[in-house]
């Protein structure tokens, strides 16, 4: 399951990347520095296929990619057609048809990292008349969402501004929203494996296959998302969309986070601390007073 999900932006610097269509002699292209959302997606659900938000660092590569005199059209796109279902992928046209595409070198590896590519070359295209976009299966930097988590939950809750007490949301809270309270979510995932929690055990060989992780994924976990809510970015939690309808994105914060690790949000789940049950209260920014 995709949703509930919780995204950041991620800050990037200018580098570029050598780019390769067809075999052919790679051209440097350019990514230019930024802050991008590490997963935000814009309009509704077609074909089981989201696109990516100009601002996320999905539709960053796409764009880069785009400036290659190979590439007719790319767009970042979620929803992977192939199953995989962790990271995202870019759609092309392509002046050679099903020719290869392929990021050889970078000026910048920790840069390109973020973008979920940890080695090179790396294959964006496979070569074949009817080639399909190779999906980026890492996490992208900027994004908490776990893998095989079980069945996710999201509450609404309540609570009166000064109070710091959480109480849960009902049609009254409405009317004490509109005189100063706070609407809040509790996101709580019931088995979250130890290396989307900490990058500690990310290149424990043992734990890698519970995340489908790749030795070297080390983006989007929860130790970041603690890291980003303490620096004070504004977080986006993603709602569970109703079918295809657009995802609903709030403006959230967690209080408290500069006081806060992760033995605050999580409980051992299994034997050997190998899973995790994770519980966030997230604080949505938006002011609903009238």
Request: contains cysteine; glycine residues 10%.
């Amino acid at each position: 399951m995709i949703y509930p999900l919780i995204s950041w932006k991620v800050t990037v610097p200018a580098f570029t990347i050598d780019v390769s269509v067809g075999g052919a002699a790679a051209e440097t292209l350019n990514i230019p520095a930024g802050d991008y959302w590490g997963w935000r997606t814009t309009g509704t659900e077609s074909s089981g296929v989201r696109l990516a938000a100009s601002d996320s660092l999905a539709d960053r590569l796409a764009d880069t990619l785009l400036t290659h005199t190979g590439v007719l059209g790319a767009t970042g796109q979620y929803g992977n057609p192939s199953g995989l279902g962790i990271g995202y992928y870019i759609s092309f046209n392509l002046l050679s048809g099903g020719a290869s595409v392929a990021i050889t070198a970078t000026s910048d590896p920790a840069a390109l990292a973020l973008f979920g590519i940890t080695s090179l070359p790396f294959s964006l295209r496979l070569t074949g008349i009817f080639a399909l976009p190779q999906v980026v299966t890492t996490r992208t930097a900027g994004v908490w969402r776990p893998y095989d988590v079980g069945n996710p939950r999201c509450e609404p809750v309540f609570t009166a501004v000064g109070s710091g007490a959480w109480s849960p949301y009902d049609a009254s809270s409405n009317d004490r929203i509109r005189v100063g309270g706070q609407l809040g979510w509790v996101v709580d995932w019931p088995f979250v494996n130890a290396s989307d929690i900490t990058r500690e055990v990310n290149e424990l060989a043992d734990y890698l296959p519970l995340a489908n992780r790749a030795s070297g994924d080390t983006n989007g976990t929860l130790d970041d998302l603690i890291d980003a809510a303490a620096d004070g970015l504004e977080l986006l939690l993603a709602l569970p969309p109703i079918g295809t309808a657009a995802v609903d994105y709030r403006e959230c914060i967690i209080p408290r986070a500069a006081n806060l690790t992760r033995d605050e949000f999580t409980t051992e789940a299994s034997i050997g601390s190998r899973r995790y049950n994770v519980s966030i209260p997230l604080l949505e920014t938006r002011d609903y007073t009238p």
